[in-house]
């Protein structure tokens, strides 16, 4: 049985510093050990691991992994700002597409002028950790553990599967909750792990 975590970057920068930064070569920002949060070095190893490191972000975020059915990819300029939103979920077996995001965010710190977040959060079909949210404030990222597995989970489930799925905060009052499913694992996604 498979299991998996979403991966969820919202950043915003000026165009200026977004062009700079979406041409830099995915193996320009090193991740530290620790970069992640997570407790579970393993867990952080697998969403670090580089890959098409000697491509610009771009070249690699253009990718059909990022730009699936089941995937929000947005990267809009308005009055000279550029919002990025990428999400998708990873199963076990593709826990390094989180790389380029990870490599994004800690090079987009670097230009002194971008705030965000990366969010890792277990999609509820994993045994491990409930995630982390890698905030930049101030050109400072902290590192904070998802408290909420659950709610973040439907949020996301919400944006990436929209009308695939049906929320049981949304069910209208006579109609019996659905629970949600997640479409790679065909596993119930729910705020208690399958242990």
Request: hydrophobic letters at 35%; aromatic letters at 6%.
């Amino acid at each position: 049985m498979s299991w998996g975590y979403f991966v969820d970057l919202k950043l915003t920068m000026p165009a200026a510093a977004w062009k700079k930064v979406s041409e830099q070569k995915a193996g320009a920002s090193k991740l530290a050990a620790g970069w992640s949060g997570l407790d579970d070095a393993g867990l952080e190893e697998s969403f670090g691991q580089p890959f098409s490191e000697g491509d610009t972000l771009t070249k690699v975020l253009k990718g059909a992994a990022y730009h699936g059915p089941e995937t929000v990819h947005h990267v809009d300029e308005h009055d000279g700002v550029t919002s990025v939103r990428i999400c998708l979920l990873l199963d076990k077996s593709t826990l390094e597409l989180a790389y380029p995001l990870a490599a994004l965010l800690h090079a987009a710190r670097d230009t002194g002028v971008a705030k965000g977040a990366l969010r890792l959060v277990n999609d509820g079909t994993a045994p491990g950790e409930d995630g982390v949210e890698i905030a930049l404030v101030k050109n400072k990222l902290t590192k904070t553990k998802v408290e909420d597995q659950g709610a973040i989970a439907e949020e996301i489930v919400g944006d990436l599967y929209g009308d695939l799925v049906s929320s049981p905060l949304k069910a209208k009052s006579s109609q019996k909750p659905r629970t949600m499913i997640n479409p790679q694992t065909g596993q119930p996604i729910s705020s208690k792990r399958n242990r």
